[in-house]
């Protein structure tokens, strides 16, 4: 949008996203005012008070951050522009679109039992409407068209995945949904971990068949005791 305008002019407009979840933006291409002009924006579908946006700007010349993105739950943004009565200038010229779903920087493993495990990640910014969630037992990562196993609000940033194998290693994957069809990366590198050993019912049968000396099974240990007659391992 852009704006050639009159002395003592009121402009304001609203910046709506379609989709629940997604986030307005704006970038400034250019900016010419007078030294009285002045021009705001505001997270959400009002103006406020003067100088209580997340920008105020009253120079001759385009904002020193040129691109905004709001952090609105409804995902709008409001710009004001008010000219003063002596001087006219150029005006401005805005570009207006949605904003990409920030990546997450990073995950990580918070805990792990044999059957669940809880993984963090550093919270997006703006924060998403919701977090995706993708874990295998197969190392090769996650693309944007796979379907996550989990998909938890963006309020979070941990979250604990239940019903997993013990004795088993997993790769986790996380990303940003703002939309069903607005996705962040997923984050470069997996959480992995192994879930440990689970606890063995009482009577416990082993035979060992499964055992390639002079390897034992997972999850069984062996101890070697003295006896009177010799030695006798278990």
Do not use: M
Request: hydrophobic share 35%; charged share 5%; net charge negative.
């Amino acid at each position: 949008t852009s704006d050639s305008y009159n002395f003592s002019q009121s402009n304001v407009v609203t910046f709506k996203p379609t989709t629940a979840g997604e986030k307005a933006r704006i970038t400034f291409n250019s900016y010419t005012g007078a030294a009285g002009d002045y021009i705001e924006v505001f997270y959400g579908p009002t103006a406020g008070a003067i100088g209580t946006g997340a920008l105020y700007h009253t120079a001759a010349t385009a904002p020193g951050t040129p691109t905004w993105v709001s952090t609105a739950t409804n995902g709008e943004i409001t710009v004001r522009f008010v000219s003063d009565a002596a001087t006219n200038a150029a005006g401005f010229y805005i570009t207006a679109d949605i904003s990409p779903c920030a990546a997450i920087s990073s995950a990580s493993l918070v805990s792990v039992n044999p059957t669940d495990a809880t993984v963090s990640w550093t919270a997006a910014s703006p924060v998403p409407a919701n977090y995706d969630i993708y874990y295998s037992t197969n190392p090769t990562p996650p693309v944007s068209g796979t379907t996550p196993n989990l998909t938890v609000s963006g309020s979070l940033t941990s979250y604990l995945i239940p019903s997993l194998s013990s004795n088993t290693t997993y790769y986790v994957w996380v990303r940003t949904r703002c939309s069903s069809t607005n996705f962040g990366s997923w984050t470069a590198t997996a959480v992995t971990f192994t879930t440990p050993c689970a606890a063995a019912n009482v009577t416990y049968t082993q035979d060992f068949s499964s055992a390639v000396a002079p390897a034992i099974p997972s999850c069984n240990t062996k101890v070697t005791a003295s006896g009177t007659t010799g030695s006798w391992v278990t």
